[in-house]
């Protein structure tokens, strides 16, 4: 049985899409994963298969009538035993724990919303997981199901050459990653850190920690803040306070 993403859109056509190719697209022929869609239009209501109405209390655009995204997702075989996750900016951003998460059960039901977004009972009354991929607003969550599918898909068994590279990156240490170097030694002036010619293995191991976190102070002070807490946390747990970095 391989992992199993469902995707319930109003545009089944944007599956696999870009995710049919590369990796992920070598681990869907080898069936490593697979992607099925659910065309929430065919769940839609009268002659014109409406999936969606005006909102309560006014406002702009129209809202995704509860009960045609509860019926589509009735529709999902096993749907109780796997995470229900909607696509919004609303929800909690998305973390590479999260996708480990995913990735150690049997698969997702990834629930897409257009217009202003879907009906706020049937995410309650269906233990609805909200994540968000950004502080920023698409016109759907289609890419965002394809980001976390992405995301995904490279961590599960088999798809990635070495075992290693899936999580020895950025943010699985809590740190972003140090920059990459390769041939040629000397590029328009440019020559690559000497450090990474010495064959100091040790030598090289620091310099790239010392990367790993001046970078991640300079761009990502929430992530700096979340590292230092914890460095500073073992260190007091281990009763090493002169070399505590607390400040
Ligand atoms: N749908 C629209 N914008 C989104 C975002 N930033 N993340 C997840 N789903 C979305």
């Not at 239009?41 to 509860?66: E, I, K, Y």
């Not at 068994?157 to 943010?171: I, N």
Request: charged share 25%; hydrophobic share 40%.
């Amino acid at each position: 049985m391989s992992w199993k993403a469902t995707v319930v859109t109003l545009f089944p056509e944007m599956f696999p899409g870009p995710l049919g190719q590369s990796l992920a697209g070598r681990a869907l022929e080898k069936d490593l994963w697979n992607c099925e869609t659910k065309d929430m239009r065919s769940f839609g209501l009268g002659r014109h298969n409406a999936v969606d109405d005006t909102p309560f209390g006014g406002g702009a655009g129209m809202v995704m009538r509860p009960d045609v995204v509860d019926a589509a997702l009735a529709s999902v075989d096993h749907a109780e035993s796997l995470p229900v996750i909607y696509l919004t900016p609303r929800g909690r951003p998305l973390a590479q724990a999260d996708v480990r998460r995913y990735v150690a059960g049997p698969g997702v039901v990834l629930l897409c919303g257009r217009y202003e977004g879907v009906d706020e009972r049937v995410l309650q009354a269906r233990a609805v997981e909200q994540v968000s991929i950004g502080d920023y607003i698409l016109s759907g969550g289609e890419l965002a199901a394809l980001v976390l599918l992405d995301a995904c898909v490279r961590l599960l068994p088999g798809v990635m050459g070495s075992a290693e590279s899936g999580e020895e990156e950025s943010f699985s240490g809590g740190l972003l990653e140090y920059p990459h170097y390769t041939r040629p030694a000397e590029w328009q002036g440019r020559v690559v850190p000497e450090v990474l010619l010495s064959g100091n293995h040790a030598a090289i191991a620091a310099w790239r920690r010392e990367q790993s976190e001046m970078a991640t102070r300079e761009r990502r002070p929430d992530l700096w803040a979340a590292y230092d807490a914890h460095l500073n946390r073992n260190m007091v747990a281990g009763g090493d306070l002169s070399t505590s970095r607390r400040h």
